[in-house]
C-alpha cells in the first residue's frame, strides 16, 4: 500500500506559478513511476505528466508542455510539480498518482495507476 497526499494548491493570478507537493508513504517509494492527473469541474480526468522511477524519463501532456515541470526526490519520498506561467484552463484538482508498471506508454492512462492521492485545487484567475 502507499499513501499520497497533495498540497501547494491555491489561487494564482494567470500568468503565475505555483508548485505542487505529493507526500509518499508505505511501501518504497522508488518503486512506482509516478504521475500527476487532473480534473476540471465536468470534464473528465487528464493526463498531466509522469516521471520514471528514478527520474529519467519524462512525459508531458501537450497542453502544459513548456510550463510545467515534474520531477521527484526520492529521499524525501516526495514527487513534485511546478507550474509556471499558468492559464485560467489550468484550473482543476490536480492528482497525483503511482504506477508499478514498467511501460512509459501505460502512463497517460489513470486505469494503469494503483494508488491515488485525494486532490488539492488549483484555481488560475484571469
Known amino acids: 500500500q502507499v499513501q499520497l497526499v497533495e498540497s501547494g494548491g491555491g489561487l494564482v493570478q494567470a500568468g503565475g506559478s505555483l508548485r505542487l507537493s505529493c507526500a509518499a508513504s508505505g511501501r518504497t517509494f522508488s518503486s512506482y513511476a509516478m504521475g500527476w492527473f487532473r480534473q476540471a469541474p465536468g470534464k473528465e480526468r487528464e493526463f498531466v505528466a509522469a516521471i520514471s522511477r528514478f527520474g529519467g524519463n519524462t512525459i508531458y501532456a501537450d497542453s502544459v508542455k513548456g510550463r510545467f515541470t515534474i520531477s521527484r526526490a526520492n529521499a524525501k519520498n516526495t514527487l513534485y510539480l511546478q507550474m509556471n506561467s499558468l492559464k485560467p484552463e489550468d484550473t482543476a484538482v490536480y492528482y497525483c498518482?503511482?504506477?508499478?508498471?514498467?511501460?512509459?506508454?501505460?502512463?497517460?492512462?489513470?486505469?494503469?495507476?494503483?494508488?491515488w492521492g485525494q486532490g488539492t485545487q488549483v484555481t488560475v484567475s484571469s
Open positions: 498518482s503511482a504506477t508499478s508498471s514498467y511501460d512509459s506508454g501505460t502512463y497517460y492512462y489513470g486505469d494503469n495507476y494503483d494508488y
